[in-house]
């Protein structure tokens, strides 16, 4: 099946500092990562679309100045936390999706890595 | 984006139960769908997808999904939960307009032994 990983798992950093999370597609090139974010007893919410050499578009409400995507690769991207804050502790997802084109809808099936645990004290 | 309600917060049921989560969407057109389980301390995983074709969808570990259209519907079933079982559940769906995945906001289930 299509794995994705996630590195780190978990990682505490005081406030102030940045933070790099990457997110990579193991065994298929995805044409597009997406990077949600995931409060506690609560569903993803996307914070942003990454296609691979291009710019990321991202969600209403989300500081694209704070939260730095590049997508270098079809198999990797990072997300950068920079200047963190105790508020932006969350569970950071990634998915990377895999399309087929199919007549005018292209079927995407996003597979999610398993989440990076940011705690900014 | 599209909206994406799940109608129970939290299912508590016996070993053996059968188990019916509830997604409606709000999109008329053609959707794909999808049911994504996360147990406890893991990540999303894919339980099944619908895109086209059998309405009736058959996923891992016992699950299945029927697409109803006309009733914006996409429900979740199993008909004999395990203690394993106990995880939470997402119902999703892909905008076809902008290619976004919404999700709703999960049911937690906890199967008892």
């Known amino acids: 099946g299509a794995v994705v990983s996630q590195h780190p798992s978990w990682v505490i950093c005081k406030s102030g500092t940045s933070v790099k999370i990457e997110c990579r597609s193991l065994?298929?090139?995805?044409?597009?990562m997406f990077w949600y974010r995931q409060f506690p007893k609560q569903s993803l919410m996307l914070m942003a679309t990454s296609n691979e050499g291009s710019k990321a578009t991202y969600e209403q409400g989300v500081e694209k100045d704070k939260f730095l995507i590049n997508h270098a690769s079809l198999t990797l991207s990072t997300l950068t936390v920079t200047s963190a804050h105790p508020e932006d502790s969350s569970f950071y997802i990634c998915s990377a999706s895999h399309s087929a084109a199919s007549g005018r809808l292209y079927q995407e099936t996003q597979y999610f890595g398993p989440g990076t645990r940011l705690l900014v004290l | 984006a599209q909206s994406v309600s799940q109608h129970n917060h939290h299912v508590i049921l016996s070993e053996a139960a059968s188990l019916e989560l509830g997604c409606n969407y709000s999109y008329g057109g053609t959707v794909n769908l999808f049911w994504y389980v996360q147990y406890p301390g893991q990540h999303l995983q894919l339980l099944l997808k619908?895109?086209?074709?059998?309405?009736l969808v058959k996923g891992i570990k016992g699950f299945e999904a029927e697409f109803i259209k006309s009733k914006f519907s996409f429900n979740l079933r199993k008909p004999s939960v395990q203690w394993s079982d106990t995880a939470e559940y997402f119902c999703a769906v892909i905008d076809p307009n902008d290619y976004k995945l919404s999700f709703g906001a999960g049911t937690t289930v906890t199967v008892r032994a």
């Open positions: 619908y895109f086209s074709g059998d309405p």
């Open positions: 065994d298929f090139q995805a044409t597009t």
